[in-house]
């Protein structure tokens, strides 16, 4: 009997998108279906391009077509996505060409939310995402160095004055740090900041964007709020070490986002432990163990992952190379993909079922 297009979609209509608790046929991810004898080929449109699920799905694909159409039909599944934006289906744009920011924050310094927030964005920009990532800790910069940009290359401005992103490991970038020197920054006022802030978000030339990872300066202060008054964030990401003085500042994160309704997409504990490169099978937990992992259970939020203490890391980071592109096979960089992959997949979860995040109005008292 001859393979038919109805037949085809009404077998797709039993695979359901594992997270999005939806079928395919009616989510309307199957595209370009086209039947060749005993060859069955189409497109699975999926809200990522870095979605951890993409051999599950296109494993299920196949075997329901077998199942309910012809056991010997050649299948073939290609991938493709459109990434999806708060409140909007994924066959609509966002408002602004930014489909998503993402913040990625952490109540303490130096837990290593910079060296997160760097290799999320290459992760996301290799897995074919269009991203880009702004540096928005005036007082301690650190995209100039992580993405290897020299002191005197600045942003150009295009024809309407907006700022050009300096592109970077397949990433726009934007920093504090390319506008003034740390030894200025000190004299820089909150409000000043803010402004700064403000014009990185909605005067850059950043193009269409899938992902826009803000890295916050640590806390809970005035740049974060100007952040959550200007732009709908799609959520936010804490980064925290298993520490407990690292774990109380994470939790006031968490719910500082609580307060301001943006959703927390999770938690990434960094420096989970350490394996010493002739001990392979060995972890030592030097901050203690699974404490981040407890607090995201604690708090009912995702573990996005679990990134270990690797010089590698620290020195990728100090030569201008984000470690997923220096060495891929290191178990950082692994935790790194997969933690960037996991936070992908939480926004196409928190895109499908939630409302869009509005920008808040604060009001003093
Ligand atoms: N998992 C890790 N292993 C080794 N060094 C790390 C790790 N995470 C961060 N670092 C190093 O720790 C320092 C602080 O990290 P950074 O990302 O700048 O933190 P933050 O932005 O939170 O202040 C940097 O020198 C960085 O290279
Ligand atoms: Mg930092």
Not at 60 to 72: E, F, G, L, Y
Not at 132 to 152: C, E, N
Not at 249 to 274: C, S
């Amino acid at each position: 009997m001859a393979i038919t297009p109805d037949a085809v979609l009404a077998a797709l209509a039993t695979v359901e998108e594992p997270d999005l608790k939806r079928d395919l046929v009616t989510l309307n991810m199957v595209r370009d279906l086209k039947i060749d004898g005993r060859q069955v080929r189409f497109t699975v449109v999926l809200t990522t391009p870095a979605c951890p699920l993409k051999d599950l799905i296109r494993q299920r694909c196949k075997t329901a077509i077998h199942r309910d159409v012809d056991p010997d039909a050649e299948v073939i599944v290609d991938m493709d996505a459109n990434v999806t934006t708060p409140g909007l289906d994924a066959t609509q744009g966002g408002s602004h060409g930014v489909k998503n920011f993402i913040a990625v924050a952490s109540g303490k310094g130096g837990v290593g939310k910079s060296t997160i927030a760097a290799n999320l964005a290459v992760a996301l920009a290799q897995e074919g995402a269009a991203v880009g990532l702004m540096d928005a800790d005036i007082y301690g910069p650190s995209v100039p160095t992580m993405f290897g940009v020299a002191p005197d290359e600045k942003p150009r401005v295009n024809e309407e004055r907006k700022i050009i992103p300096i592109e970077r490991h397949g990433v726009k970038l934007l920093s504090m740090g390319f506008l003034v020197d740390e030894a200025n920054a000190v004299v820089w006022r909150g409000p000043m900041v803010s402004s700064a802030v403000r014009q990185f978000l909605n005067d850059a030339d950043w193009g269409d964007l899938d992902y826009l990872i803000l890295d916050l300066p640590p806390g809970t202060g005035d740049i974060q709020l100007t952040l959550v008054q200007t732009v709908p964030l799609t959520g936010a990401v804490i980064v925290s070490t298993p520490q407990e003085v690292a774990l109380a500042d994470a939790r006031k994160g968490v719910a500082m986002f609580g307060k301001v309704n943006v959703p927390v997409l999770g938690i990434v504990e960094n420096m989970a432990y350490f394996t010493p490169p002739d001990l392979p099978d060995r972890k030592y937990y030097l901050f203690g163990e699974a404490g981040a992992k407890k607090l995201a259970l604690q708090l009912d939020v995702p573990l996005l992952g679990e990134v270990p203490i690797e010089q590698d890391l620290r020195e990728s980071g100090d030569l201008g190379t984000p470690i997923v592109l220096r060495a891929p096979e290191s178990a950082s960089a692994k935790a790194l993909v997969a933690a960037a992959e996991e936070t992908a997949r939480q926004v196409s979860i928190r895109n499908a079922d939630a409302p869009a995040t509005q920008p808040i109005e604060i009001l003093y008292r």
